[in-house]
């Protein structure tokens, strides 16, 4: 029996999408090919708001997250970190050669447009890279205050990592100058993992041009001369194309509006149940609108309740890493209804006799 | 309508495995996720020959060609080159920063021991790129006999690219000392594209140590740490798991034996219909069992000819690059059965009036 998931990602999948996933192939260098690239990219600016370039990528988020160190860090950058992500970010700048300072905040907290401007005051740095919404702590951070003060800077490249909130939070890409957006597929999206993709501006390109080692299979150069024949660098994740394409379908048809206040509904309805019964762990400032990650005030026995779920066919993850028992998460993320989160709710109280 | 694919990737797909495709997803840092990981490395173990550990990547084939270079390269590496794949792996080294030096034979042409063996004994070299199965001209380089050569020289680690005959054609990567040997999904393995796995061996991963700028995504340390999890390194795309792991099943139920014999009983016929209306593009030494090139000797329009195939659901290759109408490509990989061939080359008949 399958479990529905209440983890941030992978996500639920709906049924129609999942038969996409079972299509027969096609050959990625066909004509058949273009068409179906054409129409995901044109569909997928709508989303990022944007008229930049967006690169299809053959990978995991992470894997675009090196992207953007290999190709828009030159001389420094500045790693923006308050959890497990953001850390990632910072260790991935480090492990390919490159001079990396940070913001770190505690567990909970966020980036502050403050603390930003302070860091860049304070220092030279060629491009910033902030994790938008930080599952290891159900961080949001407030990225439109954020961008106002790194687009005072010029010459910074300002990367965002919004693979837990991209299609369930608005980011407005070219309003918000971010040079490089990328995302992933199994989170807001609501597809199946194993596809990322990001938005690069033109001064990113242009960067990129500038910066050497940038490598092969993650290099924007390369990926910008196969994007002109409409085609991808190598083999693509044809089935995970087929699927975004026609999920993005729904996404528009619900309108992106829609979309945004229904993610913004199921995150109310969560937090106001994890207030009465818990905490929140995040501070109030930073709570975001895709994850709800609760403070295990009670003390209660998550694995336990997760077990307990199992048996009800749903699942919601633990806290992260250190946060584990002293925190749980559930995310409301991507396809998910309110009446899932009622349910969930629900069962969840039945189970604790809350 | 479904076209059937006779080109060198994707290959066709069974519909058993398509329908594993369209499974519901788990979360990957699960128990559940940990045992289908186990299950499917213990099964391509056994497709590898090896007992080396087994890393699969969020990526298409190229993404660890570019592994390899990053984790095993420290002075100079030599790269083996008879076509386009084996051109692309040599800038992969070059783009990341590493020397290179190239055995770069005609088109049509392979690599053999004796090349091999000149060439190490000149230089200086700490690993060994060979594409084993060059897709651009349907050559297939003689891998036995160059590894005989090669595992004559110490601490020289051996990579091989088997990503369009791994499954379909015989290569034991510990009797050959492979060091590392890489494929993907969508040829020999029959299962759409978007994972790539390779084996890497105990002196790959100790050198992988003592190498500066590995990056993270690609990283084997990386991979090593989450392996021993049973886990990858970030979310995988899990319904490429599923089908691999299911037509794993497929294949050892067949028989690795049967499955090389049916590939070569495939490209015989091939062949012989080639030898009788055309000519073979590559030398005879070098001759495929994945994949048919053929020297378009007649002159015929093979762009035509592939849109009249169209109308009767099938699907071939043009020529590779500079070799699109001066030569056509008919790949028999993976699931495709004699019957399959015999089919398209009466229909191909009938086509061209032969």
């Known amino acids: 029996m399958h479990r529905k998931l209440f983890i941030p990602g992978p996500t639920e999948v709906r049924d129609e999408i999942l038969k996409e996933m079972a299509k027969p192939l096609i050959g990625h260098r066909s004509k058949d090919f273009s068409e179906l690239f054409l129409s995901t990219v044109s569909k997928l600016k709508k989303v990022f708001y944007t008229e930049n370039k967006i690169f299809i990528s ?31 970010w910072y260790k991935i700048a480090l492990s390919n050669g ?32 902030l994790t938008h919404n930080e599952t290891s702590t159900g961080v949001m951070n407030p990225i439109y205050e954020i961008a106002e003060v790194i687009n005072r800077y010029e010459d910074v490249l300002f990367m965002v990592d919004s693979v837990s909130s991209l299609g369930g939070v608005k980011i407005e890409v070219d309003k ?73 379908d729904y996404i528009l048809e619900e ?23 818990f905490d929140m762990f995040p501070k109030e400032r930073f709570w975001s609108n895709t994850l709800t990650v609760i403070k295990n005030t009670k003390g209660i026995k ?6 307990k779920l199992a048996e009800r066919n749903m699942q919601i993850s633990n806290g992260y890493g250190e946060l584990k028992e ?29």
């Open 58 to 88: 053959s990978s995991s988020g992470t894997g675009l997250m090196e992207a953007t160190i290999r190709n828009c860090v030159s001389e420094r950058c500045l790693n923006l970190i308050c959890g497990h992500f953001g850390e990632e």
């Open 98 to 129: 490159k001079n990396a300072d940070c913001v770190r905040v505690e567990p909970g907290d966020g980036i502050t447009p403050e603390s930003v401007r302070e860091k860049l005051d304070s220092g030279s740095y060629d491009a910033i890279c």
């Open 176 to 248: 918000l100058g971010i040079d490089v957006c990328l995302t992933s597929s199994q989170k807001c999206l609501a597809i199946p993992p194993g596809i990322a993709v990001c938005s690069v501006s033109e001064r990113a390109l242009e960067r990129s041009k500038k910066v050497r080692n940038r490598g092969y299979y993650f290099d924007f150069q390369t990926f910008l001369k196969f994007y002109e024949k409409s085609q991808t660098i190598s083999t693509p994740p044809i089935s995970q194309i087929y699927a975004l394409n026609k999920e993005l």
């Open 255 to 277: 309108g992106l509006e829609n979309r945004f206040n229904r993610h913004k509904t199921m995150a109310e309805y969560t937090r106001k149940w994890a207030l009465e019964h």
């Open 302 to 307: 998550v694995d336990e309740l997760n077990k």
């Open 326 to 354: 002293k925190t749980f998460r559930i995310a409301h993320m991507g396809d998910l209804q309110l009446e899932d989160m009622k349910e969930l709710i629900m069962i969840i109280n039945e189970i604790l006799g809350l």
